[in-house]
């Protein structure tokens, strides 16, 4: 009776912890202007409205700071979908009079929500009440979802989504799932060669990659087929900010101790290593007995191409908040704080204190000597779950030879 009940209990959906999160995010979102990525998008939507998307794609948006300075030029590097879906939060804001900020927040809320609600599927079976709790209330997702502004969370909804129809033999729309994440930022790209080796034959292989395909383009329409090569061209120049995270950070530490020739070889190579990580280990992972879930793959993927890249900005970290459930409520845990202890000061100093209408600004960012060793715990706390996951592949693969030499 204990056991029944013990599995009940792991299987509720935590309704009060959505609630509460939501409500938390909501106070944020009405309450908060957010990091400057909201004032970018601001602009976006005023210039397509008043120049359209060409001369948003050509040129981008500048604008000044409260106190005047102008800042360099904040390039639109979105897929054209999210064209479309300025539009729409644009007619949306002159009928409800709440600005676009807000909905943008609410829809990545309702990500969160969603995202949730998929993991739970996956995992009620063997996962805790307290870990679904832990995932709700993740302050990654709090702050990124309620406070930064952008569409982060949105993408990881439809790649965990992805990960769930695949897992579920509905490989079709797991790819017009894939198509939709890649239509709001071409990240997920990352996990398609995990993809293709998961997938059994050459033929299902094309077609998923071909359904994929045919869902972003018609995504992108009518602007994909109005200004292909511009569109193109800007969103695939886009490398990211790069000098405070990871080893591209070590290595400027290296070159201001007089190394300046491990930072100068590094640095050209640096995300091509991280790509060509995430494109190998899906290869390595699918010589292994017995393979790892497609969900624990992506996970790892997640956290590689992470650990790797020479870019990072704070609303990155929301694509590693649903992954981690698979290692448990301790690493979860550990690293949520970890990670949300690391954002909370980063935008409490950008923003002065938390008060009315709180403005984290991270285009000329304070590099006060603490946030950096806090930017570089996280840093480290992310490679931590990345060995986390390699000793759950080995471990999985030590159980599966002993079960078949029992």
């Known amino acids: 009776m204990a056991a029944a009940a013990e599995e009940a209990a792991s299987m509720r959906f935590p309704t009060w912890a959505v609630a509460a999160a939501l409500l938390a995010k909501a106070f944020l979102a009405l309450t908060t202007t957010g990091t400057n990525d909201a004032v970018t998008w601001t602009h976006d939507l005023s210039t397509l409205r008043t120049e359209g998307p060409a001369k948003l794609y050509r040129e981008g948006v500048q604008y000044a700071s409260p106190s005047g300075t102008l800042y360099q030029r904040q390039l639109f590097i979105h897929p054209p979908g999210i064209v479309t879906g300025l539009y729409g939060l644009g007619m949306l804001q002159n009928v409800s009079g709440l600005p676009l900020t807000f909905w943008m927040r609410m829809l990545c809320a309702l990500a969160d929500i969603g995202a949730l609600a998929v993991v739970w599927a996956l995992f009620r079976r063997t996962a805790t009440t307290g870990l679904m709790v832990l995932l709700a209330l993740s302050p990654i997702s709090i702050l990124v979802s309620g406070f930064h502004v952008n569409t982060d969370p949105i993408m990881t909804f439809f790649v965990v989504l992805t990960v769930f129809l695949v897992e579920r033999k509905h490989s079709g729309w797991a790819a017009v799932a894939f198509g939709l994440a890649t239509s709001i930022k071409l990240v997920p790209l990352i996990y398609l060669p995990a993809m293709i080796a998961y997938l059994p034959r050459n033929a299902a292989r094309a077609k998923w990659v071909a359904v994929a395909g045919a869902t972003w383009v018609a995504v992108g329409m009518p602007w994909l087929a109005q200004y292909p090569g511009l569109i193109l061209r800007t969103i695939l120049s886009y490398s990211g900010a790069t000098g405070s995270w990871g080893f591209y950070f070590l290595s400027g530490l290296l070159k201001l101790m007089g190394m300046a020739g491990v930072h100068d070889l590094y640095g050209p190579v640096a995300r091509w290593i991280a790509l060509l990580a ?31 890249s020479p870019g990072f900005g704070l609303q990155y970290l929301a694509w590693t908040v649903p992954w981690i459930v698979a290692l448990g409520i301790g690493p979860a845990a550990e690293y949520y704080a970890i990670a949300g202890t690391f954002m909370l000061a980063v935008y409490t100093e950008a923003a002065g204190g938390w008060k009315a209408n709180a403005y984290a600004e991270l285009l000329t960012p304070k590099n006060h000597t603490m946030l950096l060793l806090m930017g570089l715990v996280c840093w480290i706390a992310v490679g931590a779950v990345l060995w986390r996951y390699a000793r759950l592949t080995l471990e999985s693969r030590c159980n599966g030879r002993a079960s078949g030499g029992g």
């Open 278 to 308: 995430v494109t190998l280990v899906p290869f390595v992972l699918k010589a292994l007995a017995p393979r790892p879930s497609l969900f624990v793959q992506f996970g790892a993927i997640t956290f590689l191409f992470l650990f790797l």
